[in-house]
């Protein structure tokens, strides 16, 4: 008998390119892992999968494609590219070099990891970016926790990513990007979208959400990170908890309930600030 699988539904990146609104992620699987991790998460139903040149397993992410059996087309594979490739030369590299470990033909969105502004050439990265587009390499192009002042000076240079992955949980909002993306077209990720640690997930409100729905807390926030058409890529090496992680599309937070998740975002005092932090 054929595994009946989910299919998470997907949006359209501003080039046309339909992105699934939900994935796997892959920070901290070592190769081996991610092989295994992602041939089963393919097998569920997920067709989004992330990655980067800083996990260290774009090798395993790459063997668990190919274990998975499901074509190349039905995929969505995203990779993340460090500092030392900031210029237009280094972007084109770094494509080749994620290519070769991931044993692919193409990379359906690749992403500046951090702007690392210290170095100040995330400008040129992008450059970089436009002409891997224009060769057909990628697929789209993007951003990783640019800030706006960082997405500003790609807009003074003429340039619009197409996609920006960002923090962003029911207690990290971040309505100054997502306000930016909105203006200009930019589809919004979402990494971390379940906290760091287990606070967040016991929080009463969401916990009351979830038994009203008789959901986990992880699906409540999931499904309010989704019902607002950001895509989010959730680590899970726990077949169970991959199932449910997917199981978000046969029911609806309520306008209550979601203005009662968009009640609880906080000061974090301890949020990598991508002014200071980056790889």
Sequence with gaps: MTQQTTLAPTITLPNGVAMPLLGLGTWPMNDQEAAHTVADAIGLGY?????AENYGNETGVGEGIRRSGVPRDQLFLTTKFNRQ?????????????????????????????????????????FHGLAKLLEAGLVRAIGTSNFKPQHLQRLFDAGLVP??????????????????????????TGAWRPLGCGNAMLADPVITSIAEAHGRTAAQI???????QGVVTTPKSANPIRLAQNLALFDFTLSDAEVAALDTLDRPDPTMLDADTFGH
Excluded: F, M
Aim: net charge negative; glycine share 4%.
């Design 85 to 125: 490739w900031h210029s237009v030369a280094g972007a084109r590299e770094a494509c080749e070099a994620s290519l070769k470990r991931l044993g692919l033909d193409y990379i359906d969105l690749l992403l500046i990891h951090w702007p690392n502004p210290d170095q100040d050439r995330y400008v040129d990265a």
């Design 47 to 51: 067709r989004l999968i992330d990655t």
């Design 221 to 227: 926030v999931l499904r309010w990170i989704v019902q």
């Design 162 to 187: 197409h996609h920006n992955q960002i923090q962003l949980d029911p207690y990290h909002r971040r309505d100054d990007l997502l306000a930016i993306h909105k203006e200009r077209g930019i589809s």
